[in-house]
């Protein structure tokens, strides 16, 4: 079956034509409008603006979608659309143009969840991969630890209980004058600096739980850095880079690590924006292979927000006969 997908959560319009039969699933086309050079002005997203951006895009990228891929509206077997979590102006865009696509049309709509849908871009490259699994959902609005028990089964078993993931990168990286996302660019200088130069705290909540708390980490950065500002000392920020990335990776891993115990899960899902940063992807790997765990891992086209991952989770929504009508509304929170 074929199915157009819509995302528009956050700062990237997308619309997606995928093709689904049985268990082969292939991205016909995945088109992507970045907002990012719009809200690289202000240092981070402004939801009004982000809004008004989708709506002047939707439209013309959804056709894009249809034409990359070589079909008509009329070749759609269903319409799968992003309706939670994210900001809710920007949600309520995709959601309202695909309810009228799907009015007008006479399709099935699929109402989707964002963070499934981030796992679910791994279905496209491994063909292996089946629930049960843990995944790992990491990115610039969430992070949490999920038992995957059905393609449409899920348990949050760990979360941050303040800041995201990629928010925690993206503001260190502000604060070092990186421009807005700083997360690849965090990336890249962590490659070149040291990763003991500088002791910061962890980001693994203490204690028998599963969560994180990456504001504490985040703040002690920001506070390292306000010192040797107001000191006049200079610092390097390759060697903060690398030892922020590295507190990072150690807590994402030790939690990891805590929640296969817990769960008794050995195959081990990673998803979203941050699953991009290389130092994170070495050090699941380092940790999957001693551990003997199976990895897998999203190739780092499908780790930012994109409608194909939409379309993956809305092909097993739908197996599992989920439909919306046009009562359908976008909802800004939702695990
Ligand atoms: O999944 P995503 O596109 O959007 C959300 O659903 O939030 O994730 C975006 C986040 C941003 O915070 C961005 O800085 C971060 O992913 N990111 C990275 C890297 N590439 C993107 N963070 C660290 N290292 C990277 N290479
Ligand atoms: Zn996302």
Redesign the pocket.
């Known amino acids: 079956m074929l199915i157009l997908a819509i995302e528009s959560?956050?700062d990237?319009t997308s619309a997606a034509v995928c093709e689904f039969n049985g268990d082969s699933r292939v991205i016909r086309s995945n088109i992507i409008a970045s907002q990012i050079e719009t809200h690289k002005l202000y240092g981070g997203v402004v939801p009004e603006i982000a809004s008004r951006a989708h709506c002047d895009a939707i439209s013309g990228i959804t056709y894009e979608a249809l034409e990359v891929a070589g079909v008509t509206l009329a070749d759609i077997d269903a319409i799968a659309v992003t309706s939670n979590p994210?900001l809710i102006g920007a949600l309520l865009v995709g959601v309202n143009f695909a309810k009228a696509l799907a009015f007008a049309n006479n399709k099935p709509l699929i109402p989707v969840n964002?963070i499934r849908g981030?796992i679910a871009a791994n279905y496209f490259v491994h063909a292996d991969l089946k629930p049960p699994f843990l995944a790992l959902v990491a990115?610039?609005?969430?992070t949490s630890l999920i038992k995957v028990t059905g393609y449409t089964d899920f348990e949050t078993v760990g979360r941050t209980r303040d800041d995201?993931?990629?928010?925690a990168?993206?503001k260190v990286?502000r604060v070092m004058g990186l421009p807005y996302?700083?997360?690849?660019e965090?990336?890249r200088l962590a490659t070149i600096g040291d990763s003991t130069a500088v002791k910061f705290p962890s980001a693994a909540v203490v204690g028998d739980n599963l969560d994180f708390s990456f504001s504490g980490l985040k703040t002690a950065v920001i506070n390292h850095l306000h010192n040797l500002t107001q000191k006049g000392e200079e610092y390097s920020r390759e060697d903060v880079a690398a030892s922020f990335t590295r507190a990072v990776t150690t807590s994402v891993v030790k939690k990891l690590g805590m929640a296969c115990d817990a769960t008794g899960l050995r195959d081990i899902v990673i998803a979203?924006?941050?699953a991009?940063?290389?130092h994170?992807r070495a050090a699941l790997e380092d940790f999957c292979q001693k551990r003997k765990l199976k990895l897998y891992l999203p190739p780092r086209s499908l780790?930012?927000?994109n409608a194909a991952m939409i379309a993956a989770q809305g092909y097993y929504e739908y197996l599992a006969g989920v439909r919306a009508d046009t009562s359908l509304n976008a909802k800004a929170t939702g695990k």
């Open positions: 959560s956050c990237e994210g964002h981030h990115s610039g609005g969430h995201a993931i990629g928010e990168f993206d990286g996302p700083g997360g690849a965090m990336d979203g924006g941050v991009a940063n290389s994170l780790c930012g927000d």
